[in-house]
């Protein structure tokens, strides 16, 4: 009995111990616990960084591939100005991709304004604020069948005395997006001295020039908003 009684207080010494380590033990986050954290520091980034930050006043880019002779080369877009922040529907056009974005919770729309270094281009880039990297991906393969309508993108920012004045919608050429975790980042391009659209598909040089700098300065503003959360960790003190 003796014998027994001390193994069972062993043992039970032995389970008390387990579970007082296991208290001690950083907390391990399962992997959806792991996801809706990331989202959510991700995801406050929009509301808490200085809009100075979000957008740059210089943003630096390559030129695209297509342009052969330009191998090497370093590019600088420039910031004319940021908007007030502004509802999904109100800065997405055409309304059927405002819908899209609305239909997975997006937020709102941050946005600004550059002028590339040579003054021939205009683009507004805005950032939509979803509620996490799943509601992006969705939206943005919504967008990318078709859903949103020919055109959909951004609304274009003008400010007033800039070369930005004349960029309405009637200016756009371009239009796309790219992902940046739980952010789809717009944007639009035309040209500075004001031209209506015409099809810049059909000039391979100006095509891949203001892709370039569009999608130059979206991956600038992406690159702040989506950069890596490191992985959650709990500081290990009961209760955590």
């Not at 032995?14 to 959806?32: C, D, E, K, N």
């Not at 995801?43 to 943003?59: K, Q, S």
């Not at 309304?95 to 946005?111: I, P, S, T």
């Not at 003008?158 to 790219?178: D, L």
Request: some cysteine; hydrophobic content about 45%.
């Amino acid at each position: 009995m003796v014998v027994t009684a001390l193994v069972l207080g062993i043992a039970g010494l032995g389970i008390s111990l387990v579970g007082i380590a296991m208290q001690l033990l950083p907390r391990q986050f399962t992997t959806l616990q792991q996801r809706q954290i990331t989202d959510w520091e991700a995801g406050a980034r929009w509301r808490e960084l200085p809009a100075g930050t979000i957008f740059p006043a210089t943003v630096h880019y390559s030129p695209p591939a297509a342009l052969d002779d330009a191998a090497g080369l370093t590019l600088t877009a420039t910031r004319i100005g940021i908007a007030r922040q502004a509802s999904c529907r109100a800065a997405i056009g055409p309304a059927a991709a405002a819908a899209v974005l609305a239909r997975h919770g997006c937020e709102a729309v941050l946005r600004a304004s550059y002028v590339d270094g040579t003054g021939s281009y205009v683009v507004t880039v805005g950032v939509a604020a979803l509620p996490g990297v799943a509601q992006a991906k969705a939206a943005n393969l919504e967008l990318a069948a078709g859903a949103g309508g020919a055109g959909a993108g951004i609304l274009t920012v003008r400010f007033a005395g800039t070369p930005t004045a004349g960029f309405t919608e009637k200016q756009r050429q371009i239009s796309a997006r790219v992902a940046a975790g739980s952010y789809l980042i717009f944007y639009t391009i035309g040209y500075a001295d004001g031209r209506p659209t015409v099809a810049v598909t059909a000039d391979r040089y100006a095509d891949a020039e203001m892709t370039g700098v569009g999608a130059g300065v979206a991956r600038a503003v992406g690159s702040v908003l989506g950069a890596p959360v490191p992985r959650p960790r709990c500081p290990g003190t009961p209760g955590c």
